[in-house]
């Protein structure tokens, strides 16, 4: 029999697989991401070469950000909606394995380990709504869990799976050694939705907008971010910021400033701006050269057509004022 297991490069999904893997079951597997996910594709790569299984990759754009407008089970600590967000992955998972032919589902997921969307009532709600009650198979945690399916009717050995829970890693660690798993990431968070940094420019994003798409998501990861009334300005922070900012001013068509003849930041400029609007942009990317204060810089201003304009940075007094709406840098 084949299983469908969620994957995502860390040890506990490497774990679960390889757990059922050595019950004698096929697997299959299936990798989401979304635009905050900080995932280690060489991890997942190295993980799915080493077991020898197919992995297919699923994306969740728009119809994931949607869900941030209003998460039907909220949100917890920060921006992160764990609970709906793992109610569409297994959504997204059933749709796949309906398509390839497989009836039940391996997760790595550990019992109280994460507060939110892995107690016991939040697995059960979960399950229910995406109409996999009884087929989701958990071996870290499985003796502690209800029977599901593969138990009741004696596809899986109760006793072959584990007890795992909580926040401590060290059984997850000591089943690693036994299963012989030695090449494994550290623990991390891999969502942004869990940042406080990212979490508070999300808020502030959803607050002027109203909504969110995948380029905005990326932009939110970059640069010291302004807001000049409705505008909200970007200010890159190094080379690679400024190259992948660039890069997407032209992609998009969004406005950008630059310095002209001295080393400084990509602007980008997202609003309706007026002259004043442009003008303070501008002693932005002034500001953040390394370009004089004291005299006056030509600075490049691409919005269809080049412009340019001749002026001095933003002042200490006016950059304080500014910085009443700055949004933290993550």
């Known amino acids: 029999m084949k299983l469908l297991a969620l994957l995502s490069g860390g040890l506990d999904s490497t774990l679960s697989v390889k757990v059922v893997m050595d019950l004698g079951f096929d697997v299959e597997a299936v990798h989401f991401t979304t635009p905050f996910c900080q ?3 060489c991890s997942l790569d190295t993980v799915s070469d080493e077991l020898g299984i197919n992995v297919h990759h699923v994306y969740l754009g728009q119809e994931f950000l949607d869900l941030l407008l209003d998460p039907p089970h ?3 600590s920060r921006m992160n909606i ?13 749709e796949l394995a309906d398509n390839i032919g497989v009836e039940y589902f391996v997760t790595g997921e ?3 380990q994460r507060p939110f969307s892995q107690r016991f009532p939040a697995m059960t709600l979960i399950e229910r709504e995406a109409g996999l009650e009884g087929r989701i198979l958990r071996p870290l945690s499985g003796k502690l869990l209800p029977k599901t399916e593969l138990e009741k009717t004696g596809q899986v050995d109760r006793d072959m799976l584990h007890s795992i829970q909580g926040r401590r890693r060290i059984p997850q660690m000591q089943l690693a050694e036994e299963l012989e798993i030695r090449d494994y990431p550290c623990p991390s968070g891999g969502c942004l939705l869990t940042d406080p940094q990212y979490s508070e420019r999300l ?6 907008e109203g909504k969110i798409t995948p380029v905005q998501a990326l932009l939110l990861k970059l640069g010291r971010h302004f807001r000049l009334g409705d505008v909200k300005v970007i200010v890159g922070r190094n080379e690679k910021e400024n190259y992948v900012l660039q890069s997407m001013a032209e992609a998009q068509g969004i406005p950008q400033m630059s310095v002209v003849g001295h080393m400084g930041p990509t602007t980008l400029i997202q609003g309706e701006t007026d002259e004043g609007v442009i003008d303070q942009c501008a002693a932005l990317t002034i500001r953040y050269s390394d370009a004089p204060r004291d005299a006056p810089v030509r600075v490049s201003h691409v ?4 412009n340019y304009s001749l002026l001095k940075a933003v002042t200490d007094e006016e950059l304080e004022a500014i910085q009443g709406t700055m949004v933290l840098a993550v």
């Open 82 to 94: 764990c609970i709906d967000c793992r109610i569409l992955m297994l959504k997204k998972a059933k």
């Open 110 to 112: 550990v019992l109280n």
């Open 39 to 41: 995932c280690d594709k």
């Open 74 to 76: 909220g949100f917890g």
């Open 203 to 208: 808020r502030e994003h959803l607050a002027h």
């Open 303 to 306: 919005d269809g057509d080049l």
